[in-house]
Each structure stands twice: as C-alpha cells, then as structure tokens.
Nanobody, 115 residues
Framework: QVQLVESGGGLVQPGGSLRLSCAAS????????MGWYRRPPGKQRELVAE???????NYPDSVKGRFTISRDNAKNLVYLQMNSLKPEDTAVYYC?????????WGQGTQVTVSS
C-alpha cells in the first residue's frame, strides 16, 4: 500500500520559514520524481517544486529563490524548505510521487501565512 504523509504545516508570520516533510512508503522511493504542489483558497492546484531521481530540481518563478526541495533516499523522505513566506503562499500543500507506473498523492498539510 502506497502512502505519502505530509507534516510540518502550520501558521507562520509573513517573512517566516517552515519546513514540510513527506514520508513515503510502499514505493521504490529513489526511482520516483517527487514534488510538492499547493492549492491556494479558491484556486487550482499548482506545482511548487519537484526533484528527479537524479536530484535535479525545478521551481516556478513564484517560489524560486525562496523554496528549496530536497530528498533523503535512505529515509524515503522529501522536504520543502520555505523561506521568506508571503500571504499568497497560503495553501494546502501536497506531496506527489510520480513514475510511469504510478502517480501518488498525500492528503495535504495546511500552510497559513498571516500576521
């Protein structure tokens, strides 16, 4: 059974930082492209960051320079370090694991950026 479980969300003030974690089980984690997506209130889900099995990363302009994705293949974990958070970063953040044989999602963790 495949499981992706996010943790680390919460309430943070503008300019603050959070680190999200995603624990994966039931997949050959090191082979998967892992990603973080988010769904802001009233909007569609969008890509935040992704990292390939080789460690290459990709970010949209909206978070480039502020967010960093990383992975620990020994522990089946993927992280999202979020710095200089803005109110527009408020969203439910989802972990994603993608390979030709499957595309899996976590249940999401809420991040709220507000003073």
């Amino acid at each position: 059974q495949v499981q992706l479980v996010e943790s680390g969300g919460g309430l943070v003030q503008p300019g603050g930082s959070l680190r999200l974690s995603c624990a994966a089980s039931g997949i050959s984690f090191s082979l998967y492209r892992m990603g973080w997506y988010r769904r802001p209130p009233g909007k569609q889900r969008e890509l935040v960051a992704e990292i390939t099995s080789a460690g290459s990363t990709n970010y949209p302009d909206s978070v480039k320079g502020r967010f960093t994705i990383s992975r620990d293949n020994a522990k089946n974990l993927v992280y999202l370090q979020m710095n200089s958070l803005k109110p527009e970063d408020t969203a439910v953040y989802y972990c994603n694991g993608k390979l030709a044989v499957g595309n899996y999602w976590g249940q999401g963790t809420q991040v709220t950026v507000s003073s």
